[in-house]
C-alpha cells in the first residue's frame, strides 16, 4: 500500500448523540453536611513511617511549624518520595539525596486562632519532610463563602484541631 491509497475510516454507529447538558452546583451547607462526619477516623502520628505510607494525591495532612500558628495544613499533590538531587525550595526548604518528602499546596488560615481556612490553587507547590506529618486524612468541609474573589474557604472542625493539637504536644515532646 502506497501514500495514495490512504484511506480514512470513520464508523459513526458506536457514538450516541451529544446531549447538552448544564450543570449546577450544589449548595456549599449541602456539600458540608454530606463531607463531614463527626466519626472520621483521623490518622495522627509523631514522625513515624506509618503515617505517611498511606497518603495520596488530595489527602490534607498538619504539619508542626516555628510562627505563632500551632501547625499548617497542606493539601497533598504527591505522596512521599525520595529526593533524587540537592535543591532549595522558593521557601527556603533545603532538601537533599535521600530525603522523603512531601509534595503539595498550603491552605492558609483567615485569623489567628479561626478555624477557616483559605484554599488559594494559583499557589506554587512545596515541598515538606515526611517525617514532620503529624495528622493526615481528615476533612476539610467547605464553608458558605469565598474571600478574594473567587478562593474558596474551608473549616476545620474543633474535634479534629483537638486530636491535631494532642499530635503536635506528642511531636514537641519527643523532639
Known amino acids: 500500500m502506497g501514500r495514495d491509497l490512504e484511506i480514512q475510516c470513520v464508523n459513526k454507529n458506536h457514538v450516541p448523540e451529544w446531549i447538552l447538558m448544564c450543570l449546577r452546583p450544589k449548595n456549599t451547607l449541602e456539600v458540608r453536611d454530606i463531607m ?7 490518622e495522627v502520628g509523631t514522625g513515624g513511617e506509618w503515617i505517611t505510607d498511606n497518603l495520596h494525591p488530595g489527602d ?3 504539619i508542626p511549624t516555628t510562627t505563632n500558628e500551632p501547625f499548617w ?5 504527591k505522596g512521599v518520595h525520595v529526593v533524587d538531587k540537592y535543591f532549595t525550595y522558593f521557601d527556603g526548604n533545603e532538601c537533599t539525596q535521600g530525603d522523603m518528602v512531601v509534595k503539595g499546596y498550603w ?3 483567615l485569623q489567628v486562632g479561626s478555624h477557616s481556612y483559605l484554599f488559594q490553587d494559583d499557589q506554587p507547590l512545596t515541598f515538606v519532610f515526611s517525617r514532620l506529618i503529624l495528622a493526615s486524612k481528615f476533612s476539610l468541609p467547605p464553608t458558605n463563602h469565598m474571600v478574594k474573589g473567587s478562593y474558596a474557604t474551608y473549616e476545620l472542625k474543633n474535634n479534629v484541631a483537638e486530636i491535631i493539637l494532642e499530635a503536635l504536644e506528642a511531636f514537641q515532646l519527643l523532639n
Open 36 to 42: 463531614y462526619d463527626p466519626n472520621e477516623e483521623i
Open 60 to 62: 490534607n495532612v498538619a
Open 73 to 77: 495544613l497542606m493539601l497533598v499533590e
Open 107 to 109: 491552605y492558609e488560615r
